[in-house]
């Protein structure tokens, strides 16, 4: 990752929330705002953060995004929210390499000092990893010219020169809407499942407004918008390569109260965004870390840990399991190294 704030010389703005109007290039990820509620569902019981100082454009936006820890699947993020000392340090590390086996880089820029005496301090912190690839590898072009023709980029595209897998890459290209060149979307198809959408000339200030543009036109989107690709179609997109990080100086600092009206601070607010997008397919990786500390700790017993980490059972029904249903399988976990194939 580049340092702290290195994506400037990029020209790419990280922006926090999907909700903020974006202008030029930007990179956005959940992380962030997963970090956030998180926050405001320990602190403020769920409630929007009110700074004691005033509100901001941004914590208007992050207090009303609905595109955090509830809008992602489980399996792509783990996030981590409690008292920030090395058992959590330890903690966090030890979770993102046995669930997608990487490294934390943000952990790193973190301040560990002990804090001020009478104070606490806590860590929200959230990783997403995800890497995809296509059903059918695209073809690769030359260099080709890009808008005003300036500047050449690699791109790929639903195209084999000995037509044998031409079919089968255009059938992984789902067009969802089409007015014109300089107007429309496609869905890529991906073996794991999640879908990569290209929409060109997206209408919205902010990535939240585009998506939701982007929906409506594929829902009113007529048969012949929305036919799949044939030999006359084509479809070309470029190989992308980022790597950004960002600290939110202007959320550090920021003074709230929390539910029971005991005086909060925000510390450090960090995030990063990472992602490859070639003719195979891609990899993303994001982290998000919020540190605070207050004058005492929150209580965390109300946090439900559903961590299957000890002794426990296993069972397989068919169907529901509810009253008079009956398992076909089951299981006692006690020594997990015996379930596990070497």
Same mark, same amino acid.
């Given at each position: 990752? $580049?340092?702290?704030?290195?994506? &400037?010389?990029?020209?790419?703005?990280?922006?926090?929330?999907?909700? !903020?109007?974006?202008?030029?290039?930007?990179?956005?990820?959940? /992380?962030?705002?997963?970090?956030?509620?998180?926050?405001?569902?320990?602190?403020? =019981?769920?409630?929007?953060?009110?700074? #004691?100082?005033? $509100?901001?454009?941004?914590?208007?936006?992050?207090?009303?995004?609905?595109?955090?820890?509830?809008?992602?699947? @489980?399996?792509?993020?783990?996030?981590?929210?409690?008292? @920030?000392?090395?058992?959590?340090?330890?903690?966090?590390?030890?979770?993102?390499?046995?669930?997608?086996?990487?490294?934390?880089?943000?952990?790193?820029?973190?301040?560990?000092?002990?804090?001020?005496?009478?104070?606490?301090?806590?860590?929200?912190?959230?990783?997403? +990893?995800?890497?995809?690839?296509?059903?059918?590898?695209?073809?690769?072009?030359?260099?080709?010219?890009?808008?005003?023709?300036?500047?050449?980029?690699?791109?790929?595209?639903?195209?084999?020169? *000995?037509?044998?897998?031409?079919?089968?890459?255009?059938? !992984?290209?789902?067009?969802? +809407?089409?007015? =014109?060149?300089?107007?429309?979307?496609?869905?890529?198809?991906?073996?794991?499942? *999640?879908?990569?959408?290209?929409?060109?000339?997206?209408?919205?200030?902010?990535?939240?407004?585009?998506?939701?543009?982007? #929906?409506? !036109?594929?829902?009113?989107?007529?048969? /012949?918008? $929305?036919?799949?690709? *044939?030999?006359?179609?084509?479809?070309?997109?470029?190989? %992308?390569? %980022?790597?950004?990080? @960002?600290?939110?100086?202007?959320?550090?600092?920021?003074?709230?109260?929390?539910?029971?009206?005991?005086?909060?601070?925000?510390?450090?607010?960090?995030? /990063?965004?990472?992602?490859?997008?070639?003719?195979?397919?891609?990899?993303? @990786?994001?982290?998000?870390?919020?540190? &605070?500390?207050?004058?005492?700790?929150?209580?965390?017993?109300?946090?439900?840990?559903?961590?299957?980490?000890?002794?426990?059972?296993?069972?397989?029904?068919?169907?529901?399991?509810?009253?008079?249903?009956?398992?076909?399988?089951?299981? #006692?976990? *006690?020594?997990?190294?015996?379930?596990?194939?070497?």
């Amino acid at each position: 990752m $580049t340092s702290v704030g290195g994506n &400037a010389d990029r020209g790419i703005e990280v922006v926090a929330s999907d909700v !903020q109007v974006v202008r030029g290039s930007a990179a956005w990820c959940a /992380t962030m705002q997963v970090c956030w509620d998180n926050m405001m569902e320990t602190l403020c =019981d769920g409630g929007p953060l009110n700074p #004691l100082g005033g $509100t901001s454009e941004l914590v208007r936006a992050l207090n009303a995004s609905r595109l955090g820890r509830g809008a992602l699947p @489980k399996d792509h993020f783990y996030a981590y929210s409690g008292p @920030k000392n090395n058992r959590a340090r330890r903690e966090i590390e030890t979770e993102v390499r046995r669930r997608f086996g990487q490294s934390s880089e943000v952990l790193d820029q973190l301040d560990w000092s002990e804090p001020s005496p009478g104070m606490t301090s806590l860590l929200f912190y959230c990783m997403l +990893y995800r890497k995809f690839s296509f059903l059918v590898p695209f073809g690769v072009c030359e260099e080709e010219s890009w808008g005003d023709g300036d500047t050449c980029v690699t791109f790929f595209e639903a195209y084999d020169p *000995d037509q044998r897998l031409s079919r089968k890459m255009r059938q !992984q290209v789902k067009p969802l +809407y089409y007015k =014109d060149r300089q107007h429309h979307a496609v869905s890529l198809q991906t073996k794991e499942g *999640d879908s990569v959408v290209l929409v060109r000339s997206p209408q919205g200030g902010s990535f939240s407004e585009m998506w939701a543009n982007t #929906l409506e !036109q594929a829902k009113r989107a007529g048969s /012949t918008q $929305t036919r799949p690709l *044939d030999d006359h179609d084509s479809f070309m997109c470029p190989n %992308l390569s %980022l790597k950004l990080s @960002k600290e939110f100086r202007e959320l550090e600092g920021l003074e709230f109260l929390d539910v029971k009206e005991r005086e909060c601070i925000i510390d450090q607010v960090l995030q /990063t965004i990472a992602l490859s997008l070639d003719n195979e397919g891609g990899e993303v @990786k994001s982290e998000a870390a919020i540190s &605070a500390c207050g004058g005492a700790l929150p209580d965390f017993s109300h946090i439900r840990n559903f961590d299957y980490d000890g002794r426990f059972a296993l069972f397989l029904a068919g169907g529901e399991a509810r009253a008079n249903s009956h398992p076909y399988l089951a299981l #006692l976990v *006690d020594d997990i190294r015996l379930f596990q194939q070497r």
